[in-house]
């Protein structure tokens, strides 16, 4: 008795090691060989990505200007990066001529085009329609076009630039809060509230301030202060010789920030009677960071408003990807951080 219960205890054993042997891990090697077997092989892919690939770009303002030519600067290195064909159309910032030259552009019958949107959906709308329906790509930067790009965005329209009044209302509250201005003092804010979506920076600024119980005095930038900035100093000079008392000025506008210490000399003021705030870092924007003239700008990137349209309209194209949207405008320049960005904005990279 007792020894058949032995055996029946030594094949009870036999069969639980053959179990657990077949339950157990496999051996390394083994593991090994078949993550060897399911390896991704890359297959080489002759020429550049966007080869073969016409789009027409617009980087905005009218050639020479510091902001479009940050922005042209992304798109040209863009277009060699990815080996696209791309023809550049300077728009004076004038919105007319950016719908009269998208209209211009369509019919060239390109794969894609690159728009500024500062004419906003209405203006757009039509024509936008129309190349989409003969097959052209459309995509935006630096202003959203926001019906625009909730209709196409499963067909490439995407977004890169700033989120306008955010940008605008961000700008407003740290300038607030490193002056410590208070209910009652003075502000004077420069922009372009005429203007659909692109107004929105505008509005995010006056918003801020006078959220902190700021006095704003609000003026339009005119279409001549609009071409060329120093054609605005009588306006600034004016202003501020009726209003001696205001503490901050606000430039809603590239061309005009940078010629922001030229107002301020003209209008008899020192580095420290005016806090200067606005947007887009230039050669002449450093120089008056350095100098104190100006003290707070927010840098909107533009070179991805240029090199990410052109990535954008390519991806689309070859592999059908949806719109991107993509927030370049998030940070400050400032007396003590300008060194660092210095040699980029030289370059005309920042």
């Given at each position: 008795?007792?020894?058949k219960?032995?055996s ?39 020429g550049k ?6 789009i ?12 479009a030519?940050?922005?042209y ?14 023809e ?10 950016m ?30 329609d ?19 790009e ?9 977004y890169?630039?700033?989120e306008?009044?955010a940008?605008?209302y961000m700008?407003?509250q740290?300038?607030?809060r490193?002056t ?13 509230l ?14 801020a301030?006078e ?5 704003v ?6 279409k001549a ?14 202003y501020v ?40 870092l ?11 003239w100006?003290?707070?700008?927010l ?11 052109i990535?954008?309209?390519c ?7 949806s719109?991107?949207?993509v ?15 210095a ?8």
């Amino acid at each position: 008795m007792k020894l058949k219960k032995l055996s029946w205890l030594i094949c009870s054993l036999v069969v639980l090691s053959v179990l657990v042997a077949a339950c157990a891990p496999q051996p390394a090697e083994e593991v090994i060989k078949e993550v060897e077997v399911t390896r991704i092989v890359e297959v080489p892919v002759a020429g550049k990505l966007c080869e073969g690939v016409k789009i027409v770009f617009f980087p905005g303002g009218p050639p020479g200007c510091p902001f479009a030519t940050v922005v042209y600067n992304g798109a040209v290195a863009a277009a060699k990066d990815l080996g696209a064909d791309v023809e550049y159309m300077f728009s004076d910032w004038n919105p007319e001529k950016m719908v009269t030259q998208f209209k211009e552009a369509a019919a060239t019958k390109p794969d894609g085009i690159a728009i500024m949107g500062h004419p906003g959906d209405d203006a757009f709308e039509t024509a936008v329609d129309e190349a989409r329906a003969n097959g052209i790509l459309v995509t935006s930067q630096n202003t959203t076009l926001p019906r625009l790009e909730g209709r196409y965005k499963g067909e490439g329209f995407g977004y890169v630039g700033q989120e306008l009044y955010a940008s605008g209302y961000m700008l407003g509250q740290e300038a607030i809060r490193r002056t410590g201005l208070r209910a009652g003092d003075r502000a004077m804010v420069w922009g372009l509230l005429s203007e659909p979506t692109r107004g929105l920076r505008t509005k995010g600024v006056i918003d801020a301030l006078e959220e902190a119980g700021m006095t704003v005095d609000y003026i339009e930038i005119d279409k001549a202060t609009d071409a060329d900035a120093t054609a605005g100093t009588p306006v600034f000079t004016g202003y501020v010789t009726s209003n001696p008392d205001v503490k901050l000025v606000c430039t809603d506008h590239g061309g005009l920030t940078s010629t922001l210490e030229t107002y301020l000399k003209a209008a008899g003021k020192g580095t420290d009677d005016i806090y200067g705030i606005g947007f887009d870092l230039s050669s002449a924007t450093l120089e008056a960071i350095r100098g104190g003239w100006t003290d707070l700008v927010l840098d909107q990137q533009p070179y991805l408003q240029g090199y990410l349209p052109i990535v954008q309209l390519c991806l689309a194209k070859k592999y059908q990807f949806s719109g991107l949207h993509v927030d370049t405008g998030s940070g400050f320049a400032h007396k003590d951080n300008v060194e660092l960005l210095a040699p980029l904005v030289e370059e005309q990279i920042r």
